[in-house]
């Protein structure tokens, strides 16, 4: 009976500790982390202690490693003696070879993953959707899920570079038109808790060179919401 009972208290316990999760993920604010630095961009989710990648895709950096593994791998003489091959060998080959039967080759299916489902259904989704949908659509995650983030932190130094000084001070003019009107926003709605904007122009280089970091918190409910407003305008 003690057993039983010990069993069944475990069992209370998990249960409670996954329902504890399970709303906190729901309810509990989680965490998008923009970064920018030594020219590449990075963009990635966390909730508690899990961090799951955004940009770049996981898959297509993966792809890219073995495509230039397999192309060191190659070697160039292999290449070379191929090149060389005489016309008689090949056709000896071609009489050897067992003559197959014409049909449609068996492809192997690629593995679906979540990612791509949800592209797919995306895609299939917008094909009948025109210019005017588009703005509404818009206008849905902006208001639904995008003005209910709350940005903790918002880090950026940059010096603008360029050719001459009338193009470092024009791009150093737009930088800061489209920075600091999301910036007093987000300020003006008591939803920027850390900023440290350093943006100066640099008129002895040509390049502009420059490091930052954003992290937007938000609640996944409202992202239900606006999924569900987005659904029934798609369906």
């Known amino acids: 009976m003690n057993v039983f009972l010990w069993i069944l208290t475990v069992l209370g316990i998990l ?7 399970i709303l906190h993920l729901i309810f509990g604010r989680i965490r998008l982390v923009a ?5 590449e961009i990075k963009i990635w989710l966390r909730w508690l202690f899990l961090k ?4 770049p895709d996981p898959e297509k950096q993966l792809q890219k490693q073995q495509q230039k593994q397999a192309k ?21 080959e071609k009489k050897t070879k067992p003559i197959q039967k014409e049909g449609k080759k068996s492809t192997p299916k690629k593995k679906m993953t979540v990612r791509s489902a949800a592209k797919k259904e995306i895609r ?8 005017k949908d588009y703005a509404t659509l818009l ?3 902006v208001t639904k ?23 470092v001070a024009m791009d150093y003019g737009t930088i800061n038109a489209l920075l600091y009107p999301v910036l007093g926003a987000f300020s003006a709605a008591g939803k920027l808790k850390r900023c440290d904007v350093q943006i100066t122009p640099d008129f002895t280089s040509e390049e502009t060179h420059g490091e930052g970091r ?17 659904s029934e305008k798609l369906y």
């Open 139 to 141: 206008q849905i995650i």
């Open 145 to 167: 899920f995008i003005a209910k983030f709350r940005c903790e932190k918002f880090i950026l130094h940059a010096s603008v570079g360029g050719e001459d000084a009338m193009s």
């Open 124 to 131: 299939k989704a917008l094909r009948s959707v025109n210019l």
């Open 15 to 21: 249960i409670g500790v996954v329902l504890l999760l």
């Open 52 to 55: 799951y990648t955004v940009y």
């Open 214 to 230: 954003a992290e937007f918190s938000f609640r996944l409910f409202r992202a239900f919401g606006c999924i569900w407003e987005l």
């Open 35 to 39: 970064q920018y630095r030594n020219g």
């Open 72 to 92: 060191q791998e190659s070697s160039p003489l292999r290449e070379s003696n191929a090149s060389k091959t005489s016309t008689a060998t090949v056709e000896l």
